[in-house]
């Protein structure tokens, strides 16, 4: 049967993103091994590839809103870590490196200036939707390397929303934002070598349908990708991904973030998805 035949048309729906240029971007430390403080960054370019990705945001009608960048904080450009906001409701961050701890602190006022009133100052370490991916029934939880499995309770409890422990054992993805990532609805892609045998068997039963990427595909950082539903915008080198894609009515997007890729991120690293609170009980 041809995709017209099964007539999948996906819809696209607005987002509200939050961003943060990369002004002080650079690999001055290593807390994951795609970071080589050896290996040179060239700034202007991280800029322009940055740039290129808010630009396609707001092209495809999206709404992108800024965090000033901080000097010394190399890796706020990753804006993903900062928070995780459900239903109108923010779960900051609270980062497992000294490094990053200060990022939290940025994001937190960003949210009290700009009119939010339910947020959670975090007790336990979670770093924000690097390891929180929410589906319409679920929040996905990844743990091994940063969030601790603590964070999960605390999100749950606090979003009112059934919160699924996955755990990570490939340091190369040591967020879950780097092995999985949600494409609409309860429909996910993800790399299985990325979770230990018990969480693969729980993707396979939450997810029987998943688009599964191969080693190659996640090793480009191919699942850091961002969906709204219909475009989903991935980083170019993960090619194979593309035509599966296509296959299940999506409209891939390869971007180019090879700086930032440097720092260990890419697409969904550099977007945090300001989800809003569900008509008619905004407050
Ligand atoms: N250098 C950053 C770190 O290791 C990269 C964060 C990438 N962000 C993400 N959402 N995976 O913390």
Not at 17 to 25: G, N, S, T
Not at 39 to 59: G, I, N
Not at 161 to 170: E, Q, S, W
Request: proline residues 8%; aromatic residues 8%.
């Amino acid at each position: 049967m041809s995709r017209e035949e099964t007539s999948l048309r996906r819809d696209a729906t607005p987002r509200r993103y939050l961003m943060c240029p990369p002004a002080h971007f650079g690999v001055s430390y290593s807390i994951n091994p795609w970071m080589d403080p050896a290996k040179p960054v060239d700034p202007q370019l991280a800029l322009t590839q940055w740039e290129d990705l808010c630009d396609r945001y707001l092209s495809l009608g999206h709404t992108v809103e800024l965090l000033d960048p901080r000097p010394g904080l190399p890796d706020m450009v990753f804006a993903a870590n900062g928070a995780t906001v459900v239903d109108g409701r923010v779960l900051g961050a609270s980062f497992a490196y000294p490094e990053r701890a200060a990022e939290a602190v940025a994001h937190l006022e960003w949210f009290r200036e700009n009119g939010y009133t339910e947020i959670l100052e975090p007790t336990h370490v979670n770093e924000g939707e690097g390891d929180f991916a929410v589906t319409d029934s679920w929040i996905l939880a990844g743990k091994g390397f940063r969030s601790s499995p603590l964070s999960h309770s605390e999100a749950q409890e606090f979003f009112g929303r059934p919160v699924i422990g996955l755990d990570l054992v490939d340091p190369r993805y040591y967020h879950l934002d780097t092995a999985l990532s949600v494409l609409d609805g309860d429909e996910v892609m993800y790399y299985p070598g990325a979770f230990s045998p018990g969480s693969r068997a729980v993707l396979r039963r939450l997810f029987p349908d998943a688009l599964l990427a191969t080693e190659e595909d996640a090793a480009a950082l191919g699942l850091n990708a961002v969906s709204d539903g219909r475009h989903v915008l991935l980083p170019q080198q993960a090619l194979g991904l593309f035509g599966p894609l296509r296959d299940r009515g999506f409209e891939p997007i390869g971007m180019d973030l090879g700086e930032l890729l440097k720092g260990g991120g890419s697409v969904k690293c550099c977007t945090q998805e300001l989800r809003p609170a569900p008509a008619g009980t905004a407050d």
